[in-house]
């Protein structure tokens, strides 16, 4: 639990754009593996691709952050 909170927080806070990041590809991950659970559940492309996109321009978001700050001092 302790690797999650130290992944999640920075600075002791909480990070919106690092639990958006986690949530999105941990919901596109539990919305790809539904069908092994229920067989009549339809996995869409595009919702998938959704929760993909959404983690990744979280990532990069907090990546162009950190590079703006590093380039400041």
């Excluded at 302790?2 to 941990?26: C, P």
Aim: hydrophobic share 45%.
């Amino acid at each position: 639990m302790n690797l999650l909170i130290d992944t999640l927080t920075e600075n002791g806070k909480f990070s919106i754009k690092r639990v958006q990041t986690f949530s999105a590809f941990f919901s596109a991950s539990v919305y790809a593996f539904l069908p092994l659970y229920d067989s009549t559940f339809e996995v869409k492309e595009f919702v998938f691709l959704g929760f993909l996109g959404a983690g990744g321009f979280s990532l990069f978001r907090t990546q162009k952050q950190n590079e703006n700050i590093n380039t400041i001092e």
